[in-house]
């Protein structure tokens, strides 16, 4: 007679195995488009996959919008570029209520922000109060216009992007948007061989338009609720406290981390470790993740910046310091 937990263990590896062969198709889809940048994929898909919204800082023509269409490709679904200006509105990305003259009544028009995946494009050129209109949709899922909630769909991510170089002209993005990233990171330029591949994948045209999509709205978001299922020992759950707790003691550090980085830490762990085809995080999940997850949400102090120590190298000397828990999946 067959033992019910054997059956049941084979239907829970399935699962496991699942999210990983959909995920891995995903990441390789990506990556006919963006060449030589597997760890900026991987981490934005983890990105996507804890429901979160990533921000790509870096130099112009590195691929940071050739990324956020390519996942939007490869996922099926709706995909909406807003260009940030100065003379961008607050009512261009939620929307208005426009009167209907044949019905005699308001009509709400959305705004760019009701797609699946949002490009807002060198947002920190977008005045403080049209970037404040993205708060309430980022955090929430949701735009309130006229007392009226609108409910935005799932999967939903905000990708922004802006140049550190350049600053004329730029309004920075205040410390309570940058808190709503889950992730801050740099595509970087390409090795040789690499940008040797663009020249001969891209150099005619752009070889976006011939991604087919691997999965849909639906699949993703199954993803979704199942890497929230991915199971944090207790013991891991402190560890992320520990980091944080070390962000807001250490010397170098002028502002530390806030509650909702650890929560941030949590849910990238647990997308990662599903990438991985695991039902349980591990302290290697978080340790490769602190980084991205904490490095915009966290201050060097004066002494430090004149010393030239930056967030870069100090968060991993600083998770060398902090205890790496020795768990099993209890």
Known sequence: MADPAEGRLDVSRERWERFRDRFQAIESNVQKAIRGKPREVRLALVALMAEGHLLIEDVPGVGKTMLAKAIA??????????????????????????????????EFKPGAVFSNIVLGDEINRGSPKTQSALLECMEERQVTVDGVTHPLGTPFMVVATQNPIEHEGTYPLPEAQLDRFIMRIAIGYPSAEDELDILETHGISSSLPSLQPVTDAPGIREMIET????????????????????????????????????????????????????????????????????????????????????????????????????????
């Open 73 to 106: 490709r490869s996922i099926d679904c709706s995909f909406h570029r807003i260009q940030f200006t100065p003379d961008l509105l607050p009512i261009d990305i939620t929307g208005v209520n426009v009167f209907n003259q044949e019905r005699g009544d308001f």
């Open 227 to 330: 890497a929230h299922t991915v199971h944090a020992a207790p013991s891991l759950r402190r560890y992320i406290v520990s980091i944080g707790k070390a962000t807001r003691a250490h010397p170098d550090i002028y502002l530390g981390s806030s509650p909702r980085a650890s929560i941030m830490l949590l849910r990238a762990a647990r997308s990662n470790a599903a990438a991985e085809g695991r039902d349980f995080v591990v302290p290697d999940d978080i340790k490769l993740l602190a980084p991205a997850v904490l490095s915009h949400r966290v201050i060097p102090t004066a002494d430090a910046v004149m010393g030239g120590r930056t967030i870069d190298a100090i968060l991993p000397a600083l998770l060398e310091e902090v205890p790496v828990p020795v768990t099993d999946k209890a």
